[in-house]
Every structure is written in C-alpha cells, then in structure tokens.
C-alpha cells in the first residue's frame, strides 16, 4: 500500500516508520525541513510537495499538532493540512483515496468541519471519490515507535464501510483488537482514555499529599494499591503534575467543549486544579 504522512512529527515518523516495516511505501510531508532532512538522511522518501505526497499514495494520514491555547484546541494546523489535501486530490482524477485523521481533534470534529472542507476544496463527494477515517493514536512521546508497533488496540472511526475495510486490512497484521466505530466515538474514545490517565494521576497526587501530611510513605502506599490489577501502576508516584504533549492540553480542551455541550465537568475541573497545584509546588 502506498502511504503519505502528513505531519512527520513524533507521531507521524512513528506511524509511516512502522508501516514500512510492514512494506508498505511511506512518503512523509512536512512543512518543517529539518525533519524532513532527518528522515532523509535516515533513508526515507520525504517531500515537501503536498500534491506529490496525496497523488504518489493511496492512503493519507494527518498527523499535525492540535495545541490548546486559552483552553480552546486550536484547529488551524488539521484546517490548513486538510484544505491542501483536498486541492490535491482535484489532481488525482478521481481516483479513490482515504484521509485518516490521526491528530487528536475533538467529538464531531471531522463530521462537522474536516469532511466538509474536502468537499469544498477537492470538489468530490465523501463517501464516494475518497473515504474518511479517525485513527487515534495512543503512544507515549518517548517510546512513539514502539508503542505504534505494540498496540494495546487499535481504534477505527469510520465514514462508511468501504473507509473502515481499507483502514482495517492495513492494520490486519498487528497483533491487537481493531475497534471499529463511527468518527464521533473514535475522537471520543481518545479524549476518554487522555482525560482517564490524568484523573488517574491528580488522584494519586492528592494521595501523596495525603500521606506527607500523616507522615506516610506515599510511595509505598500507592505501590500497595497498586497490586489490585483494577488499578494497576501507571501515574501512581505522587509529586509529579502531569506534563508533555498531550495530557494538560486534551484536559483542557476537553473539558471546554464538554461545558459548551451544556455539561459541568467538574471532576475534569479538579484533575486540572490538583495538577496545577503540584507544579506549583514542585516550583516553590
């Protein structure tokens, strides 16, 4: 299959690494030349052509950065991506591609504006001359290549059934469950499992403050109830806010659109107050 990464950041080199380990061709795009030289001199095909990435494959992924500022996820990057998509699939005449979404955009996102600006700026029909997927990702920045090979499960939004069965048989070979699933669900399910593992750490560090307070190991305590295989260790060592690339900023973003959705998240509100309050803290 011949693949394009749109966005060769750390989650689209991971994805168009791991597909040509698979023998797929991968060709990566990026506005960025210093990654796209490091790919290069790594031995990938890369270009800053978009209408040469979208017209040389069959299958393109959307891999660009979706920031939060003031709370709000900032869509311009996905917008920019998906627009110049959509111009160069004018030039394919007509031959059937897939646009999978792999960024992290929230509910209703790619029903509600992505879907319609390809079919503004390409003039073709979804569903019909290209098809549409979300593909949420799940891997830590740090080990981004081997989570992508190692998946715990591998989530499918789909436009239609024909979108989902060419997604599908190109993640057939890994060795993991395939969920398959509407676009809304599937951004869903990513905002879900973000918004989880940093409830999960403000909770342990509200433990932890806890436990300095009654003179307590916390560590020790939280390794304890961490033996229950309900619970498991991930985010249990205490002391520590959440960081990176993902967790604050998905928190954030999520928990604006829940409340313009008429609902008051607020222990959504606390997983953010706990983590602010430990980094201030930690930079006391």
Do not use: W
Not at 56 to 63: Q, V
Not at 67 to 93: C, D, E, Q, W
Not at 165 to 191: C, H, Q, W
Not at 210 to 228: F, G, N, R, S, T
């Amino acid at each position: 299959m011949k693949i394009s990464i749109i966005g060769s950041g750390v989650v689209g080199k991971a994805t168009g690494i791991g597909f040509q380990k698979f023998r797929h061709e991968v060709i990566f795009y990026d506005i960025n030349g210093e990654s796209l030289t490091s790919l290069r001199e790594e031995g990938y095909e890369v270009t800053e052509n978009m209408n040469k990435a979208v017209c040389n494959s069959t299958i393109s992924f959307i891999c660009v950065p979706t920031p939060t500022y003031t709370g709000k996820m900032n869509f311009s990057y996905v917008k920019k991506a998906t627009v110049n998509i959509a111009k160069a699939l004018r030039k394919k005449h007509r031959q059937y591609h897939l646009i999978v979404i792999r960024s992290t955009v929230l509910p209703t996102i790619t029903r509600t504006r992505i879907i319609p600006i390809l079919e503004k700026y390409s003039k073709l029909k979804a569903g019909k001359d290209f098809g549409v997927c979300v593909n949420p990702e799940f891997s830590r920045q740090a080990t981004a290549l081997q989570d992508f090979l190692n998946p715990s499960r591998i989530v499918i939004g789909e436009l239609d059934k024909q979108s989902g069965d060419l997604l599908g048989n190109l993640y057939a070979p890994f060795k993991a469950p395939i969920v398959r699933t509407s676009l809304d669900a599937a951004e869903m399910i990513k905002y879900v499992a973000n918004c989880f593992l940093a409830t999960k750490i403000s909770y342990f560090n509200e433990v932890y403050l806890i436990c300095k307070k009654l003179q307590l190991d916390p560590h020790l305590v939280a390794e304890a109830a961490a033996l229950d295989p309900r619970i498991g260790n991930y985010g249990i060592y205490g002391g520590r806010p959440f960081s990176g690339a993902c967790l604050p900023k998905d928190l954030e973003a999520f928990i604006n659109f829940a409340k313009k959705k008429g609902v008051n998240p607020k222990l959504l509100e606390a997983v953010n107050y706990v983590n602010k309050k430990i980094s201030e803290e930690k930079t006391a």
